[in-house]
Nanobody, 115 residues
Framework: QVQLVESGGGLVQPGGSLRLSCAAA????????MDWYRQAPGKERKLVAT???????NYADSVKGRFTITRDNAKKTVDLQMNSLKPEDTAVYSC?????????WGRGTQVTVSS
């Protein structure tokens, strides 16, 4: 059983920054890609960023140049640094991993960008 726990959400003004963290309870953290998704009210969940086991990253066009995903295999964590936040970044952010054909999700953390 894999458990993912997010932290770091909150309320921030436009142009501000937040850092999200996801802690994974799994024996094989380092060999599986990790993702961050977000879901805004009334909208479908969308992929924000991915980091592979080798550290290759990929981002949604809407966050390129503003968000950075990193992972620490020793700590079994994946972080999402979010800069230059916009109101449209408001959403519940969840981390995800696909391990042996099963999808695992955290409960999510709320990010609200508002003045």
């Amino acid at each position: 059983q894999v458990q993912l726990v997010e932290s770091g959400g909150g309320l921030v003004q436009p142009g501000g920054s937040l850092r999200l963290s996801c802690a994974a309870a799994t024996r094989i953290f380092s060999i599986v890609a990790m993702d961050w998704y977000r879901q805004a009210p009334g909208k479908e969940r969308k992929l924000v960023a991915t980091i592979t086991s080798s550290g290759t990253t990929n981002y949604a066009d809407s966050v390129k140049g503003r968000f950075t995903i990193t992972r620490d295999n020793a700590k079994k964590t994946v972080d999402l640094q979010m800069n230059s936040l916009k109101p449209e970044d408001t959403a519940v952010y969840s981390c995800h991993r696909l391990e042996f054909g099963r999808h695992y999700w955290g409960r999510g953390t709320q990010v609200t960008v508002s003045s």
